[in-house]
C-alpha cells in the first residue's frame, strides 16, 4: 500500500510519487460546476426530508415519500439544475 508523507506525496506500490493536490482528479471540463450542482441537489434532499421528518415525526428516506411530496423534491430538483 501507499504511504502518506508530510510533503503531500503519495507513493503507491510502483514508489512513484503522486501529489495529493491533484485530486480530484477532474473528469470533465466542467467538474466544478457539476460539484455545484450535485451539492445544491444534496442539500435539496436533506431540507425536504428534513421538514417532512419534523411534519411526521419520524426519520424519512425519499422512498418513504408519498407521491405527492416525491413530484415536489422532483420538482424543486428540477429547478435547482437548470
Not at 13 to 41: C, N, R
Request: charged share 30%; hydrophobic share 40%; net charge negative.
Amino acid at each position: 500500500m501507499g504511504t502518506i508523507a508530510a510533503t503531500n506525496t503519495v507513493e503507491w506500490v510502483t514508489g512513484l510519487p503522486i501529489k495529493t493536490d491533484d485530486f480530484p482528479i477532474p473528469v470533465s471540463e466542467d467538474y466544478g460546476k457539476v460539484v455545484e450542482k450535485a451539492d445544491k441537489l444534496a442539500f435539496l434532499v436533506d431540507r425536504h426530508l428534513e421538514f417532512e421528518s419534523k411534519l411526521q415525526g419520524r426519520q424519512l428516506r425519499p422512498v418513504t415519500l408519498c407521491p405527492e411530496q416525491k413530484v415536489e423534491l422532483a420538482t424543486d430538483m428540477s429547478l435547482a439544475t437548470e
